[in-house]
């Protein structure tokens, strides 16, 4: 499956953005989604995953309460709604698929990734 993902930007703290992961070459809806993020002197972190179905979703700590994903099978595409940014959010965020079942916060887990887009918060 190839995944691509937009909404990225700069903005300010307290802000809001949407990411959008758009799918394709497989049935989406046989994919557990996650969204990952990376700083330059991190390794790459969990921050959301939602089940095939949409019904089972997890967050990060440092994200509950101001990130929810959902995703759309039809139109193939998996969101980040991340609301009330902070300057530590700032990051390469990376939507991530994977075989299976459950969801996870592993990214090992996970078998096909999307290209990144930046989200920088200045405070």
């Known amino acids: 499956v190839h995944l691509v993902e937009s909404g990225g930007g700069l903005v300010q703290a307290g802000d809001s953005l949407r990411l959008s992961c758009a799918a394709s070459g497989r049935t989406f809806s046989d994919y557990i989604m996650g969204w990952f993020r990376q700083t330059p002197n991190n390794e790459r972190e969990f921050v959301s995953t939602?089940?095939?179905?949409?019904?089972?979703?997890a967050y990060a700590d440092s994200v509950k309460g101001r990130f929810t994903i959902f995703r759309d099978n039809a139109q193939n595409t998996v969101y980040l709604q991340m609301n009330n940014l902070k300057s530590e959010d700032t990051a390469v965020y990376y939507c991530?698929?994977?075989?299976?079942?459950?969801?996870?916060?592993?990214?090992?887990?996970?078998?096909?990734w999307g290209q990144g887009t930046q989200v920088t918060v200045s405070s």
């Open positions: 939602i089940s095939r179905s949409g019904v089972y979703t």
């Open positions: 991530a698929a994977a075989d299976g079942v459950s969801t996870s916060t592993n990214s090992a887990r996970y078998n096909y």
